[in-house]
């Protein structure tokens, strides 16, 4: 992300740079020692932010310390996120009150280096029921995005609308949201099918925020990334529905699905249109804006009509039984 | 340290705003808005619509309260709420609980024993 080199010490002393290196040396040599390779990204992410909060602050080793004893010995985190990751024995109290380092802000930034299971994933993106947009990541750094309280703002449903998220909704509505990334897919397919072949041997793989290319790589190559999102997407929406997830998470999984299908589909068609229209034109940005879009619907949609069951439930049982 | 002084406040707060919803109902129903409004005119519980509605889920889930939607006066359906049977008799057990708890709590703090 940034582009100057993480190994100089970026206006921070010498001292307090060599405090955090030496803090994420041994929770990196730890983490080898436990076999937890999946948390490495996320601590990786983890000592970047501290660098970038740091920089150009006096950041005196006091600080630096101060900073890291939030985050518990090295070891600690090391082996509470390998637990956390093989599924071993976590430290349940500590992880359930919240005062795990696993999960916690730094620097005013929230982190999560919890595993993420679909039902956590889900309740980020479509919870009616808290008010903010932004919600602490799923896994990583930063924030997600809460389609629910969007909906709420919006006015298009009450936080209390359903007893459960999509709970009432009937079954052949829920496989709509499953149907939705697999139109996409299919779409993708059929792109494919049809410009594969006329492609010519170099396309673009990376474009500016206008539309126009900056990067070419093989169209082989290229096809790789789009594809392997795609198949991802469609991986765990089938896992969700193979393994009967309660709604919220199968809607959610269909949701991801659609979002990563959109991506790809958007990405591959933007190569198609830079190979053979103005370089300017922008099909990315409006891909990945569908996609959102769609998600966002597909969520309201349902909530809504998880709601008009509830209450037709409600509102038809009492007038036969008379009012309460 | 402002941060310890934020979550110990917030910890004691969760119980009492369960007793506070607990109450409102106690008195009648009413729908989730209403709850919320009327809780927020007792500034002093710092109670938001972002803890009202999952504590409602909640007491929902262990039976304490019911939901129903109903036509309203005014605009389109709305889910009420009502204490459950079993709602009533915690609602009588912890107010009870609550003043002697407030009790203990004036003569520790030094304060008068209004009661």
Redesign the interface.
Known sequence: MNASNPEPVRGLSDASAELIETYFARVHSALLVSAAEECEEAVEDLREHIYEELSGTSGTPVDVARVLGELGTPEALAAECSAAATGGPRLAPAVRDGRSPLTGTLLGMPYELRLPTPERVAQRWWD?????ILVPRVFGLGWDVNFGAIAVRLGMI????E?VPFGSVPEPWLALSALLPVLVAVAFAVLVALYQSALPPQVAVHWGITGAPDRFGSKESALLMPVAMTLLGLVILGMAWLRRRPPLSRVAAGALATMLCSISAATYGQQVVTAYAADEVGVLLPGMAFGLLVTFGLFVTLARIGRSV??R???EG?SKKGS? | MGNDTDSRLSQFRKGVVELAILALLHRGEAYGGEIVERLAGHPGLAISAGTVYPLLSRLKKSGLIDSLWRESPVGPPRKYYRLSAEGDVEFTAMAKAWDGVTDAMDGLLGKEVTR
């Open positions: 009616p029921m808290e008010p903010k009450r936080p209390d609308d007893d509830e209450m439930r409600d509102l009492t309460v």
